[in-house]
């Protein structure tokens, strides 16, 4: 397999994006990635556009020929929609990898995106529960925030991880987003504000949760022999992961998620690497324990260390591993469909030295991507060349 | 690239399936597939899954890690699924197709599936209309069937293609249909029958439309070289093209579809063979206009003659290319994330020799799966080995 490289990438703000259709949206972080990688988009061979529930919040289907037109590409530009709940994004960038690896294709573009703030908090939440499995989760009534609190539950049974642990991710990833730009909270939070915040499904309150939002993220992808025809900077995907869970089982077994165990291990094992090689990650924190349980599932730390990494602050910016140094999807929000690739921008800015909250000499990012109730998860490795 | 053959297909009845929920569609069509191609199911590595409104209609997201549960594939899989409309399984075979032609995987399970039925004509027709461009033609208020009415408006102007043989492609769907025990409607009608039903968009009438209905269907795919271990009679995939139309130009521009102009031409090259070679096809004949559209852009015939050849016989089971010996989505249905691999359900019986409308020594079959307003669209060219 040939090596691959980002050359370009573009975002939107995540927030809410008011005017802006989910077609804009997308379009306007395709752009941005487009120009930034500096190619002729008619080289554009194909396009992976993620997108969760756009059908249902907004009625469109088919983006990805859709923001093809709109951008301008290429008729021979195969255009796929890629689904699997809050990972659409991160299964989006493995499909263009895949395919340039494997010699298939030399331009690939890749996004992701969603629109969430023009509907209400109930309708997000019945439509993304769409991601569980209705003949079974579903007629149970369970929702996410009701999921992740049993996750909370177990993981607090098993390992003894505190309460307090599991509010200081937020209030890390709340700091973290002061200086990022793009977040949507840019405002610090006191572990006192998170454990007196409204409880939503007990043991997680307000400020465990991330924040429902709107927006894009793209990348342009090329062989890394050619790369730097295009950026001094390209960033090497090292290895990439993609892994089935099974639902429920995140909650009761461990709690782990194995969806993100496998595509871990496939991630690391092609990328020739291990936890401990990384440098700076970006992973799932939909809600607080999320970014606990993931830590562990990557291997960072071993089952059940989750929590107390934390308030040794290892996961800090200056930590032994720093995660979410963005301010994660608690604080930049999380656009579901887009936030995988979300992720990778903030890696790739952290592999560049152009972070907000840089890590220093970091060679080497993980982007962790979690989807419905631990169904399905990537894991990307990326390196600074 | 190697050569990638089917081994192993499964389908549901298409037509109105109460009491499946959309989750056991899939997975019944995909037990079928993998049952017949006689393999492990812990073998399978990737799963993609084509579906367009599942999210709208039946509220269910993220079906392939959904049904790979129901399945009990291996905790590996990589499961995604694609949607591009009526194409959307069209997209998912190909995927399929490229990760093991190129080497990356050497089984792969494909799929697509709809559930359709459980909501009212009107609540189908919105929803199919997320197919559309709602920053352009969504606000027009147009539907499917407003479009391809003024697809037909315009391929009578430009060709003189007369409103009897338009309807001559429902009586001869509606005739091949009777003897195929998966077709909805197996029943005859008559020219007069059609030309008489209800005017639904001017000049199509009811028998121009496809109906509404439920339906799965899947593949299993593997190396060639490998294929004859689990099957006499695999069916190799020769070419797969996947093409990017503009929203309404297919009505406007010809009237020809860009993006099956360019699918057809991918995998004609992908092939190596010529319109000329094909012995039987399965085209998108979701509006009986649009099969006669799609001949000419395939370039079974020239631009214009679609009409004319209809009414000479050429696309009959015993015609020049016999099109749609299944009875095609008019009478079979069109569940649409389902239909693209119904079709190549229907073409490999007739490679292997056992459809019901068996055309004589047929070698060479295709299938063309068509997307939104012209938007995308994928042709396949299987071979009998």
Redesign the interface.
Known sequence: ?RSVSIIGMGTTNFGILEGM????MAARACNRAIMDAGIDRKDIQAFYLGN??G??L?????L???V??ELG?????????????CCSAG?AL??GY??IA???YDFVLVGGVEKMSSASTAKNT??L???????ME?YTGLTFPGYFGLVAQRHMYEYGTTIEQIGMVSVKNRKNAVKNPRARFQKETSLEQVLNSRMITDPLKLFDCCPISDGGAAAVLCPTEIARNFTDKPIEILGSG??????TSYAMEGPSC??TV?AAK?AFEMAGVKPSNVDVAEIHDCFTIAEIVDSEDIGFFERGKGGPAVEEGLTQVDGKIPINTSGGLLSKGHPVGATGLGQVYEVSRQLKGEHENQVKDAEIGLAMNL??SG??STVTILKRS
């Open positions: 397999m259709s989910i077609k804009a969760y529930i059908g249902i907004v009625g469109q289907e088919t990805a020929p859709v093809a037109c590409l290429n008729k021979t530009t195969a255009c796929t929609k890629v689904e699997g709940a299964i493995r499909q895949l395919l494997l010699g298939f019945e439509a529960a769409a991601g569980m499995d209705k003949d579903g993609h892994g089935l869970g099974m639902s194995t969806a496998f496939e989807g419905a169904l399905v």
